[in-house]
């Protein structure tokens, strides 16, 4: 038991941060790293010995995530809590920096989910591409093209385009000379 709080207990705020992320709902994602720790204490003794317990815990997030966001598709829309809808819609941002961290945010929030996926683990919570690769079980290859998708994706939709209508340095339009 003792090993167990010396590995797990440093990895809790990168799985609420990990989480949160996935999420977009503190108390979900407060529930899902509580629901993650119980699995993680249940199987502590049948892991394998040898295997990364970072890779195998953040496995466990991930895979229990994805059952909650599957569920919640089925379900009806994403909860928002009153005091955040009234707190958004009273505060303005008044910097350049709340600006672009919403913009983040948003742009975050339209890439597909196996691609915010990988684009968190390795960018977010510092993750090697092998260690991704275990935890969304998927080979390394995928890991390295999802993350390279998605950050074209993301450059072009920060720089102001969208994904699929961002023009190309072909597709720029010539200005035009008004008189």
Not at 110 to 126: G, N
Not at 144 to 168: F, N, V, W, Y
């Amino acid at each position: 038991m003792k090993d167990l709080l010396q590995h797990v207990e440093p990895m809790i705020p990168a799985l609420r941060r990990y989480a949160r992320a996935l999420l977009r709902e503190q108390a979900a994602a407060d529930d899902l790293v509580q629901d993650c720790l119980e699995k993680v204490i249940t199987y502590w003794d049948s892991r394998r010995s040898h295997a990364d317990t970072r890779s195998w815990v953040f496995a466990i997030l991930h895979n229990l995530a994805m059952t909650a966001l599957r569920r919640q598709a089925g379900a009806r829309g994403l909860h928002v809590a009153i005091e955040d809808v009234a707190e958004s819609l009273s505060a303005r941002a008044t910097q350049e920096d709340a600006l672009h961290y919403r913009d983040l945010m948003s742009a975050l929030e339209t890439l597909p989910a196996e691609q915010r996926s990988v684009l968190l683990l390795v960018s977010v919570e510092d993750m090697s591409y092998a260690d991704a690769a275990r935890v969304l079980d998927i080979p390394i290859g995928t890991v390295m093209s999802r993350l390279s998708r998605a950050r074209d994706r993301l450059l072009k939709i920060m720089e102001g385009g969208t994904p699929a209508t961002a023009p190309g340095p072909a597709q720029k339009a010539a200005l035009r000379r008004v008189k």
